[in-house]
T-cell receptor, first 113, second 114 residues
Framework: DAMVIQNPRYQVTQFGKPVTLSCSQT?????MYWYQQKSSQAPKLLFH???????NEADTPDNFQSRRPNTSFCFLDIRSPGLGDAAMYLC????????????FGPGTRLTVL | AQSVTQLGSHVSVSEGALVLLRCNYS??????LFWYVQYPNQGLQLLLK??????LVKGINGFEAEFKKSETSFHLTKPSAHMSDAAEYFC????????????FGIGTKLQVIP
């Protein structure tokens, strides 16, 4: 029944060691998002895909990259994680053609040592 | 440009008491408005949404919200709090019409006291 799946749920990495977070969806939605959420803060949009069109938020650091090889999968790459990148990373999808809801995955909590 | 302001980062209510979580929005065009709930170490789940139909919107788990254009508000209420309602609640806004970016408020953490 899971619609938006994120793996792993918990990720520990070392300072400066590249890490990849993954997201998959069974909803066949055109739009996929990556958010960063730090403790007691609102989700902050990093970037989104409208189909294959990539849209980067102006304040997203270059350290963050993303790939969407097909409709179902989307990856977040953090090239050189710093201590400040420790956060919950949320993937979400959205259909098009109206005020469709965003469907969120359970998130990946990233710890940087 | 759009934004939401959630008044009160922490709200405590007794079990069985009324829940009222406040949200005011700012939008240059007619908005869509959403309330999401987040349990610890989980993603966000939609409670309800306003999309320019009925101004009183009913959602899951007994929650409802009323869109008041004159007050630019979209407060979330529940008549009787349950222990399982303890979570963080996010108000969000997006402009109506086609695909648009959603902007979230900072969240309100609800504590339910037995």
């Amino acid at each position: 029944d899971a619609m938006v799946i994120q793996n792993p749920r918990y990720q520990v990495t070392q300072f400066g060691k590249p890490v990849t977070l993954s997201c998959s969806q069974t909803l066949n939605h055109n739009v996929m998002y990556w958010y960063q959420q730090k403790s007691s803060q609102a989700p902050k949009l990093l970037f989104h895909y409208y189909d294959k069109d990539f849209n980067n938020e102006a304040d997203t650091p270059d350290n963050f990259q993303s790939r969407r090889p097909n409709t179902s999968f989307c990856f977040l790459d953090i090239r050189s994680p710093g201590l400040g990148d420790a956060a919950m990373y949320l993937c979400a999808t959205r259909g098009t053609g109206g005020p469709d809801t965003q469907y969120f995955g359970p998130g990946t909590r990233l710890t940087v040592l | 440009a759009q934004s939401v302001t959630q008044l009160g980062s922490h709200v405590s209510v007794s079990e069985g008491a009324l829940v009222l979580l406040r949200c005011n929005y700012s939008s240059s065009v007619p908005p869509y408005l959403f309330w999401y709930v987040q349990y610890p170490n989980q993603g966000l789940q939609l409670l309800l949404k306003y999309t320019s139909a009925a101004t009183l919107v009913k959602g899951i788990n007994g929650f409802e919200a009323e869109f008041k254009k004159s007050e630019t508000s979209f407060h979330l209420t529940k008549p009787s709090a349950h222990m399982s309602d303890a979570a963080e609640y996010f108000c969000a806004v997006s402009p109506s019409g086609g695909y648009q970016k959603v902007t979230f408020g900072i969240g309100t953490k609800l504590q339910v006291i037995p």
